[in-house]
């Protein structure tokens, strides 16, 4: 007893206390260390990414984008030069020209640490070299004259599948640039799991030594483990959060091997239109049936929004991520060309065919053509060069509108005059079994650009002549009301059924695609009409009893 009482003596006391001191310096020590290791991790994590996306993907997307925009150009001007053979269609094939080698130039320097795509580089500058050298000899071909004109506008389409080589290869420079970025996540993932076994190593040492510590002063080693534990679970409830991607545009969905959804990030529930809470725990195949059947392409409905998502799928030990682009506006932008092509080939088809037979039976060496017929075939020449005019005009204009490089010039102006000159220009053309009529007062005059006013005027009266096939009345009637003033274009025709109404005025939407009954047209005459009535501060609106006749009505503000 003596000795037990002696060996707690002031020395040893204060000796257990520089033990605990120095335990709960290293104990805190090891903590510090967990927690730098945590944040440095989190910061890692983030910098990672971002630097290989910065520095490597994005410019690199950036480079590929610009390349295939400024073939589009040289593809666009040389297109404009065969068709109108106007020196001044070849702007964009020149602008595209000076711009494209230092595009791919700088395609080279971006991919320098990436043999991988080097391949697709220098194929894509072969391929620019090769539609350059065709692009320069259509150019060519067009300066000699008719002939070379009409060998190049053969040409031109054989250059389609030459420039398809060059849009898949581009499209494999984009693809693999997003592999950098699915690069830049693993190496995410890595630092994650190296960051953790280190954290459960300093975990493993803080234990060994707590225990320790609770054999000789368990108050203060149980401490000393509490606040341990809470800095740990902190720590790693940060290093978890730095993983979400809350601010990710793409929808990204954990779900675990039962393919039940663990993770839920807020772009998945903006674009499938269900909250976190109601997914994370639920299956997949309940909250979005689309994805049960798998595919790298879905189309997915919410509330009548139809979005087309490309989905990429990486397995792990403990279920599968699955990341959705969203892609509608690109699907739409290859539909809407594919629109282009099709109703602008359709539409040349015609007059190129009337003006191609014409001039091949004037040069007819075999026919001796009396001055009549000279006359007439040479009409049919003028009428179908005007109408080529007219839909390369439409188109022209319809880029112009989009770029918002539209200029109004405002003036006074009499709306009856120019209905009436509208109504004569088209009782040229218009059918016998048509009526044109005007209903307006003496004179009512509004500030407006009367050039584009009247293109409207004119394009609505076509549009009435060419829907009466069965011919009828055609009425243009001008109102005035107390601060706008209605200039209304009625016809007695097919009518628009209800749900096509608002689709009429898109670009080449047309009621009679097929032309079952006859009415052809480019699909832009009521783009271009509402787009003009709107940057003129009114608007253009159709009512139709979709059984016979519609009327369409432009309202403009009268100062």
């Known amino acids: 007893m003596p000795d037990r009482l002696t060996a707690i003596t002031p020395e040893r006391i204060a000796s257990v206390r520089r033990r605990t001191r120095v335990a709960d310096a290293v104990l805190l020590g090891l903590v510090i260390i967990l927690t730098g290791v945590a944040a440095f991790a989190a910061t890692r994590l983030y910098t990672t990414a971002e630097d290989r996306y910065i520095k490597e993907a994005f410019p690199i997307r950036a480079a590929v984008r610009d390349t295939l925009v400024q073939m589009l150009n040289e593809e666009t001007g040389v297109r404009g030069y065969v068709i109108s053979g106007k020196q001044s269609s070849l702007a964009p094939y020149k602008q595209g020209q000076q711009q494209v080698a230092a595009d791919i130039d700088r395609l080279d320097r971006v991919t320098s640490r990436r043999p991988e795509i080097r391949p697709d580089v220098v194929h894509a500058r072969r391929l620019v070299a090769q539609l350059n050298a065709f692009y320069l000899r259509q150019v060519k071909l067009v300066s000699l004259g008719a002939v070379g004109r009409r060998q190049a506008r053969q040409n031109i389409f054989a250059g389609e599948k030459l420039f398809g080589d060059f849009r898949q290869v581009v499209g494999r420079l984009g693809a693999r640039s997003t592999a950098i970025v699915e690069e830049a996540r693993d190496t995410q993932r890595r630092t994650y799991w190296t960051t953790l076994a280190v954290a459960l190593g300093a975990g493993a040492v803080a234990?060994?030594?707590t225990i320790w510590l609770l054999l000789t002063v368990p108050s203060r080693i149980w401490s000393l483990y509490d606040v341990e534990r809470g800095l740990r679970e902190t720590a790693e409830r940060g290093d978890r959060a730095s993983r979400s991607l809350e601010h990710v545009d793409d929808a990204v969905v954990l779900v675990d091997p039962d393919n039940s959804i663990r993770y839920w990030n807020p772009a998945a529930s903006r674009y499938f239109a269900v909250p976190e809470d109601e997914a994370v725990g639920r299956p997949l195949a309940v909250v979005v049936p689309e994805l049960a059947d798998g595919g790298t392409d879905v189309t997915i409905t919410r509330h009548g929004d139809e979005r087309v998502f490309v989905v990429r799928e990486t397995g792990f030990p403990e279920g599968r991520v699955l990341v959705l682009q969203d892609v509608t506006g690109e699907r739409e932008l290859e539909r809407t060309r594919s629109e282009f092509v099709a109703t602008a080939s359709h539409e040349l088809r015609t007059p190129l065919s009337a003006v191609y037979g014409a001039v091949r039976t004037l040069r007819r060496p075999d026919i001796q053509h009396d001055p009549e017929v000279e006359a007439q075939l040479l009409g049919i020449i003028e009428s179908e060069s005007d109408r080529l005019k007219d839909i390369v005009e439409r188109i022209l204009l319809s880029a112009e509108i989009d770029r918002g490089a539209l200029a109004l010039r405002p003036e006074r102006c009499d709306l009856r005059d120019l209905a009436a000159s509208a109504l004569e220009a088209a009782r040229i053309h218009a059918p016998a079994g048509i009526h044109l009529r005007l209903e307006a007062p003496e004179q009512i005059t509004?500030?407006?650009?009367?050039?584009?006013?009247?293109?409207?005027?004119?394009?609505?009266?076509?549009?009435a002549i060419k829907y009466s096939p069965d011919g009828g009345a055609v009425t243009v009637e001008i109102a005035a009301r107390p601060?706008?003033?209605?200039?209304?274009?009625?016809?007695?025709?097919?009518?628009?059924?209800?749900?096509?109404r608002d689709r009429v005025f898109e670009k080449f939407v047309r009621l009679d695609p097929g032309m079952r009954r006859g009415v052809g047209g480019?699909?832009?005459g009521l783009y271009i009409s509402r787009e003009l009535v709107e940057r003129m501060g009114g608007t253009?609106?159709?009512?139709?009893n979709g059984g016979r006749g519609s009327t369409f009505t432009v309202e403009l503000p009268t100062r």
Do not use: F, H, M, Y
């Not at 509004?446 to 076509?462: E, F, P, S, W, Y």
């Not at 209605?486 to 096509?500: F, K, Q, R, S, T």
């Open 207 to 209: 234990i060994a030594l």
């Open 446 to 463: 509004i500030t407006c650009d009367a050039g584009k006013l009247r293109q409207v005027v004119v394009n609505l009266i076509d549009n």
């Open 483 to 500: 601060e706008t003033v209605a200039i209304a274009v009625a016809d007695e025709g097919l009518g628009i059924p209800a749900d096509e």
């Open 522 to 524: 480019s699909g832009l």
């Open 540 to 544: 253009l609106r159709v009512t139709s």
